[in-house]
């Protein structure tokens, strides 16, 4: 199928651990306004360790929104979100909450790696330098220990020969695995994936998915919004349709996607098979 031209990989990209054994995600009653806008009106999710889930939904939905409540790159407007059991982006005293500083948020986002549409590597550094950078500054990583760790990363995404290459130099799809890799490095214990191949052209799309779908073979857990209906048939342990800042309906990708139970989960998969 879609990944059979992957090699094998030269090792594994190492999750981290959870500390807890309860869920990795767990949102409770999730909302989120812009202005008088309620986006996410009421989200409950539960992403075990280890489990790979797709975000469905049509634009609008509030499905970038809810991810980057995830990673506290937004203020909720109400309930709570915790990734490996610990609170994000806020702490609780007495029946307040209080949003957590900068330091703290920083710490709470370095387990959890995210990948956009658009691969916003740094022009200036190449491939290793873009791998490399995080786990240095943040993590106070030597530069040799990052640089191993780089070029192991490079072949677990099939970029091996591409370590000196700036990212003009590179496709796409490359510029995406990239980006990847540039988040493993951190060691996430979570991934967050926001429509990572829809920036891509169409012939570029399989070499991505192929490098998803090695990292949840290999036990990452991940959260992957995309309209790329054979990944989430082929690779998702669970698939979630959002509509309209609620979820509609949940299972597996064979539930959900051959035996939609609402409407609105109907209509839109048959705009997007
Ligand atoms: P999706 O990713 O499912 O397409 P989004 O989460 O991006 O949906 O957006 C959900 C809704 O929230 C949209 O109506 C969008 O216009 C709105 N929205 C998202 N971000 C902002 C923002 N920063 N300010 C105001 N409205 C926003
Ligand atoms: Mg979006």
């Keep these: 199928g879609l990944m059979s031209a992957m090699p094998t990989p030269a090792s594994t990209p190492e999750p981290s651990r959870s ?10 009653g999730v909302r989120k306004s812009f202005g008088a806008v309620e986006v996410l009106s009421g989200i409950d999710m539960t992403i075990l360790p280890r489990e790979v889930v797709c975000l469905l939904g049509p634009s609008g939905s509030g499905k970038s929104t809810l991810l980057r409540c995830i990673n506290h790159l937004e203020k909720l407007s109400g309930g ?6 610990e609170l994000i982006g806020y702490r609780e005293r007495g029946d307040r909450l209080h949003e957590l500083g900068s330091a703290e948020l920083a710490r709470q986002r370095r387990d959890i790696g995210m ?11 190449d491939v290793v330098g873009n791998i490399t950078q995080a786990p240095m500054l943040i993590k106070g990583e030597s530069r040799a220990e990052a640089t191993r760790r780089a070029h192991e990363l490079l072949e677990i995404v099939d970029l091996a020969g591409k370590a000196n290459a700036y990212p003009h130099q590179l496709s796409g799809g490359q510029q995406q695995r990239v980006a990847i890799a540039r988040a493993l490095a951190m060691r996430p214990k979570l991934m967050l ?4 191949t829809s920036a891509l052209d169409p012939e570029l799309v399989g070499e991505v998915l192929a490098v998803m779908k090695r990292l949840a073979l290999e036990g990452m857990t991940m959260l992957v919004v995309t309209h790329e209906m054979g990944f989430a048939r082929e690779v998702a342990d669970r698939v979630i349709f959002m509509d309209r800042g609620v979820v509609v309906e949940q299972g597996t990708a064979a539930d959900v996607i051959a035996r939609p139970r609402h409407d609105r989960t ?8």
């Design 266 to 273: 109907k209509a839109f998969l048959k705009r997007v098979l």
């Design 115 to 125: 990948v956009f549409q658009r691969f916003n590597l740094f022009p200036h550094l």
């Design 193 to 196: 994936f926001d429509e990572p």
């Design 19 to 28: 500390k807890a054994a309860g869920p990795m995600v767990e949102a409770i």
């Design 80 to 85: 709570r979100i915790l990734v490996d059991g």
